[in-house]
C-alpha cells in the first residue's frame, strides 16, 4: 500500500499518511491543495504514518509527504505554511510558541507515550536504589514541566544541560539520600532536545548520589539506542511506553491505558533483559497539528475529518 519515498537534499519525498489537500511550499493554497510534513521515524514507525493511514482509512500520495531528516524543521515548515499538517511531539514547547493547532486523534490511535526511565534488569538488581532515588522525579514530571523545559531549549536557546541542572537546583527537595559511591553507569539518550534534558538529569541526579557516570547521550534514534541499552553500552535511557510497546515489541495494537500499557510493557520486556521504572506523568505522544489560520480554513479540528478531506479529494 505505501510506496518508497527518497530523500532529497535534507528532505525525503515519501508516500503515506493523512491528506491529499495541502499547500506545499506556496503558504497555502485552495482545501484542495494539501500537504504534510514529518519526522523521518514517523514517515516508517507502526505507530507513525503507515499505521495512521491504516488506522483512518486513507493515503497520501508520495509528492503529497515530505519526510524531513530533523524532527525540528517540521514545525517552521508548518508554521511558514510550506506544509498543511505536520507530525509533532505533544510536549514540544515550539507548539505553543508558534500557536499550532493540534488535532484530535478522536479513534485513539496514538499510544500511550509516557516518559520511563528504563534500566538494564542486571543493573537495576545490582543497584535496586536507583528506583528509590528516580522516583520522586519522574512523579513530577508532567506535561506542563517537559513542554516549560523543552521551550527553553528550542524556544529560547538554551543549553539543554543548563536547563537539566537549573530545574534540578530548583527541586532539590526530591533528590532523595541515596549513596551510589563505587557505583559506575552510562547513561544513553536520544538526540533531540526532551531526551537531552532527560538524559543531562539523570546524569546530575546519578552524580549527586556519589556515582562515576559516562554520557552516552545524543545517540540518534530510537533503534540506536535501543540496542545499545541491550548491548550493555549504555545502563539506562528515558524511552517512551508507546515505543517499547509497539516499536521493539512488535505489538500492533497499543493498551490505551497508561497503567495497563505499562504493566503489560514491564513484563514482557523482561525477558530482554530490561526494566522499565514506573513511567512519569507527562505524555509526549505523537500528535498531528496545522497552523491555527489554516485549521480554521479547512474546518478541521480532529484527525477524522483531515482523513475524510484526504478521502474526498482522493
Not at 495541502?22 to 497555502?28: F, K, L, P, R, V
Not at 515550539?94 to 490511535?109: N, S, W
Not at 524511552?239 to 516499536?247: K, N
Request: aromatic share 8%; proline share 4%; glycine share 10%.
Amino acid at each position: 500500500m505505501h510506496t518508497t519515498r527518497r530523500l532529497t537534499s535534507g528532505l525525503a519525498a515519501l508516500s503515506a499518511a493523512a491528506l491529499l489537500a495541502a499547500g506545499c511550499g506556496d503558504g497555502g493554497g485552495d482545501a484542495a491543495d494539501v500537504s504534510i510534513c514529518v519526522g523521518g521515524e514517523f514517515a516508517t514507525r507502526p505507530d507513525g504514518l503507515p499505521g495512521l493511514e491504516e488506522a483512518y482509512d486513507f493515503e497520501l500520495p508520495a509528492d503529497a509527504v515530505t519526510a524531513l531528516d530533523e524532527d525540528a524543521l517540521v514545525y517552521s515548515e508548518v508554521d511558514a505554511g510550506n506544509c498543511t499538517f505536520g507530525s509533532i511531539f505533544a510536549t514540544d514547547g515550539r507548539v505553543g510558541a508558534l500557536g499550532l493547532t493540534v488535532l484530535e486523534d478522536d479513534e485513539g490511535f496514538f499510544p500511550p507515550f509516557n516518559g520511563s526511565l528504563t534500566v538494564r534488569a542486571d543493573v537495576l538488581e545490582a543497584n535496586p536504589e536507583l528506583e528509590e532515588l528516580f522516583a520522586p522525579i519522574s512523579e513530577v514530571l508532567d506535561d506542563e514541566t517537559m513542554v516549560e523545559l523543552n521551550a527553553q531549549v528550542d524556544v529560547e536557546g538554551e543549553d539543554p544541560e543548563d536547563v537539566a541542572r537549573a530545574w534540578l537546583d530548583e527541586n532539590s527537595d526530591l533528590v532523595e539520600d541515596v549513596d551510589l559511591s563505587g557505583a559506575s553507569f552510562t547513561v544513553g539518550s536520544k538526540e533531540f532536545t526532551e531526551q537531552l534534558i532527560l538524559g543531562h538529569l539523570t546524569m546530575l541526579v546519578l552524580e549527586e548520589a556519589g556515582a562515576d557516570v559516562r554520557d552516552r547521550t545524543g545517540l540518534v534514534g530510537s533503534t540506536t539506542v535501543r540496542e545499545a541499552l541491550l548491548s550493555g553500552d549504555i545502563d539506562m535511557y528515558w524511552e517512551y511506553l508507546g515505543t517499547g510497546w509497539v516499536t521493539y515489541l512488535d505489538n500492533t495494537e497499543a493498551i490505551p491505558d497508561v497503567d495497563e500499557q505499562y504493566e503489560a510493557l514491564q513484563a514482557a520486556d523482561e525477558a530482554n533483559g530490561v526494566a522499565w521504572l514506573p513511567p512519569a506523568p507527562f505524555n509526549n505522544t505523537y500528535a498531528i497539528a496545522m497552523t491555527e489560520e489554516r485549521a480554521d480554513e479547512l474546518g478541521i479540528s480532529t484527525i477524522s475529518e483531515m482523513a475524510e478531506l484526504v478521502r474526498e479529494e482522493g
